[in-house]
C-alpha cells in the first residue's frame, strides 16, 4: 500500500470544480505538513499549495490563490484540494507531499521541504 494516495482527479470545464484527496498511510499524518504541487510534460514541478500540521496556516500559489483551498481531516489522515474556478492553465498532473520532520527548515513552497509523495493524480481542463 503506498503511503500516500491521491484520488479525485479528472475531466472538468473552465470555470467548473474538482475536488482532490490525499489519504496518508502508515506513517503519522497528525505531524506531517502536507503539500500539493502540480506537473506539466516538459515542465518543472511547481508548488501550489501547503497546509500545516494543524490546519492553522495555509499557503498558495499566486495563481492558484483565491480558486483553490487546502484543508485537511486528521482523524481521516486526509489532505484535500478543492479546486474553483479551474481554466485550462490547471491542467497539470497534482501530487499531494508530506513533510514528517517537524523541524525541517525548507521552505514550504520547495519540493525538497516534503520527503514522500504520491503517485499523482491527472486534472485536465477544457476550454
Known amino acids: 500500500q503506498k503511503p500516500l494516495a491521491e484520488s479525485g482527479g479528472g475531466l472538468a470545464e473552465a470555470g467548473g470544480s474538482l475536488k482532490l484527496s490525499c489519504v496518508v498511510t502508515g506513517r503519522s499524518f497528525i505531524t506531517a505538513d502536507m503539500g500539493w504541487f502540480r506537473q506539466t510534460l516538459g515542465k518543472a514541478r511547481e508548488f501550489v499549495a501547503h497546509i500545516t500540521w494543524n490546519g492553522i496556516t495555509t499557503h498558495y500559489a499566486d495563481a492558484v490563490k483565491g480558486r483553490f483551498t487546502i484543508s485537511r481531516d486528521n482523524p481521516a489522515s486526509t489532505v484535500f484540494l478543492q479546486m474553483d474556478a479551474l481554466k485550462p492553465e490547471d491542467t497539470a498532473v497534482y501530487y499531494c507531499?508530506?513533510?514528517?520532520?517537524?523541524?525541517?527548515?525548507?521552505?514550504?513552497?520547495?519540493?525538497?521541504?516534503?520527503?514522500?509523495w504520491g503517485q499523482g493524480t491527472q486534472v485536465a481542463v477544457s476550454s
Open positions: 507531499a508530506a513533510d514528517f520532520d517537524p523541524y525541517n527548515p525548507v521552505d514550504y513552497s520547495s519540493e525538497h521541504k516534503y520527503e514522500v
